[in-house]
Every structure is written in C-alpha cells, then in structure tokens.
C-alpha cells in the first residue's frame, strides 16, 4: 500500500541557516508525484513544491528544493537561509496516479525557527 | 486566498446535532477533496468527488454524508457524531493531478 513516513516529529534551525525534513515514501506504481505543505498555525495548507516520478532534476522553488532520490523513495525538503516565518509544520504527500488521483501526507514536521 | 472557501470556521456541536459543512472552490477544478486532520495523526482522506461523482469513499462512518451538488461546491452533512470526531476538517480541489488547493479548514468540537 502507499504510505508516506516522516520519521522527524519536531526540528530546530537557527536563523538564516539551512535545513532538512525527511520524507520516505512507498509506492509500486511507476507514475506519481510528491508535494510539500506548509501548515502555519493559521490552519491553511499552503503549497510549496512539487517533483513528479519521472522528472530527472530536483526540482526547486526559490528557498525551497526537494532532494529526490529515486531509488532510496525519499523526497526530502530543503529550506535554505531559514526566516522565522518559515515555523510551521511541514506535510509531505504523494499523489497516485492510478485511476482517481488521490493525495496520501505524512504524519509532518513541526520545524521551529530560533532567533 | 487560495481560491478555496469553507465555512463556518468553526463550529461546536452536541452528538445529537445537525450540521454542515461547506466548501466553495472558484478555480473551475474538477475535483474536490474533503479531509480530516487530527493531532498527531496523518491528513485522512474521507472522500473524493471528480466531476461531481463520489470516486472514493474511505470507509468513512455514515454519519458523515458528503453532497456535490455542481463542481464549485462540496457540503460534508453531519449527524450524530461522536466526540472522537472532533478535529479539522479540511476541503480541497485540484485539476488533473496537480498541486491541491485546500481551503482554511472547519475546526469540529463535539461535546
């Protein structure tokens, strides 16, 4: 079955430092696509980046890239020079691609961005 | 704004209540998405409506009855919930497969 882990329940960065939040995924389709969200304490999901199953880069969105590693399932997030706006929690989810298209998220990460 | 709307924002209600949810989405997608978010638990996937058909039902209690009366909008009608449904209830909408849009949620307290 399709599952989504993110194994990091909370993580610390200090300012305009980089960071990275974990996502494994398992999946037997040949075709999907992986998203992140960020959730502030607003409650919204907000959007940030996406890399499909047969993209060959990395794909990046200003401060944000996502380390795509095939053959590992991980699809881990970036989020260079680390603002205070950035804490929130962060969603991993992958969408199937077979017959409906359906989103499955992972538990998320609460990443806290110290001063 | 993402283009998706819900409301109320949130809402109390007894488990022998009535109610409903709604969401409105101005983005002409043709699917939408109703899910639950509890603490410390994954986003549920309750139910996926695509071109205003039911695709998908995740073996969700009958006390939630999901309607889509056009492809803008989506109701989630609850009756007689018990207290463990108490959570976020999120909508949203995509077109095609790409990104979803989600609306700001219904934050659910059942006494």
């Known amino acids: 079955a399709q599952k989504i882990t993110q194994t990091q329940p909370g993580m610390f960065v200090q300012e305009k430092e980089a960071v990275t939040l974990d996502c494994t995924y398992d999946?037997?389709?040949?075709?999907?696509?992986l998203f992140w969200y960020k959730q502030p304490s607003s409650g919204e999901m907000i959007f940030l980046i996406y890399q499909g199953s047969y993209d060959q880069q990395n794909a990046t969105e200003g401060r944000y890239s996502l380390n795509f590693q095939k053959a590992r399932k991980s699809a881990n997030l970036v989020i260079s020079a680390s603002q205070l706006g950035d804490s929130a929690m962060y969603f991993c989810a992958m969408r199937e691609d077979s017959g409906t298209y359906k989103y499955i998220f992972g538990t998320g990460t609460r990443l806290k961005v110290l001063a | 704004e993402t283009g998706v709307t819900q409301t109320p924002r949130h809402l109390v209600m007894g488990m022998t209540n009535k109610k409903s949810l709604k969401c409105e989405q101005h983005?002409?997608?043709?699917?939408m998405y109703w899910y639950k978010q509890s603490a410390k638990k994954p986003l549920e996937l309750m139910f996926v409506?695509?071109?205003?058909?039911?695709?998908e039902n995740n073996s969700v209690p009958s006390r939630f009855s999901p309607e889509c009366p056009n492809s803008s909008h989506l109701f989630l009608h609850l009756h007689t919930l018990q207290p463990e449904d108490s959570a976020l209830y999120l909508c949203?909408?995509?077109?095609?497969?790409?990104?979803?849009?989600f609306g700001s949620g219904t934050q659910l307290s059942v006494l």
């Open positions: 999946t037997s389709d040949p075709s999907y696509g």
């Open positions: 949203a909408s995509s077109q095609g497969g790409e990104k979803l849009f």
């Open positions: 409506y695509s071109l205003e058909e039911r695709v």
């Open positions: 983005l002409g997608h043709n699917a």
